[in-house]
């Protein structure tokens, strides 16, 4: 197992989701991360499985440089979930200047508790996330 130790915040001081402590598991070519979810008032954390035979860490970062090239905003609501589905999140705009991420976070899909919290992104940081979520999730870089 292969640790890489960059954490990538998403989000502001008061409301943020920040990813951290990747883990790539190479028998299984499996990854897993730290989610620390933080809200005035609340801060919630476990680790998440990010790549188990399907690589949905490619997924989310092609679903923020989508976001990216839509600057001017998009239709609906984007998701993503991750492979253990205990990390879901949706992306909204406002159709000015704006994306708006609902994040869910679960202590398990069947029981335990669940959060959920609202993050303002704004539009000129999601260039930037996209290549930070790509240099976070590369298994090159532990």
Known sequence: METQDSRLVIGDGERSLSLSDRRWIAQDSSATCAVVLEMPG??????????FYYDVAAELCELFERM???????????????????????????GISHSTM?????????????????IDIEL???????????????PAAV
């Open 124 to 138: 000129g940081a999601i260039e930037r996330l996209a290549a930070e979520l790509r240099a976070f999730f590369d």
């Open 102 to 118: 609902d994040v869910a976070l679960r202590e398990d899909p069947a029981f335990g508790w669940r959060i959920t919290a609202e």
């Open 68 to 94: 990216a090239a839509q600057w001017k905003g998009w239709q609906g609501r984007l998701t993503w979930s991750s492979a253990d589905a205990n990390l879901q999140l949706g992306f909204t705009h406002n």
């Open 42 to 51: 609340l801060l919630a954390s476990r680790r998440v499985q990010i790549n």
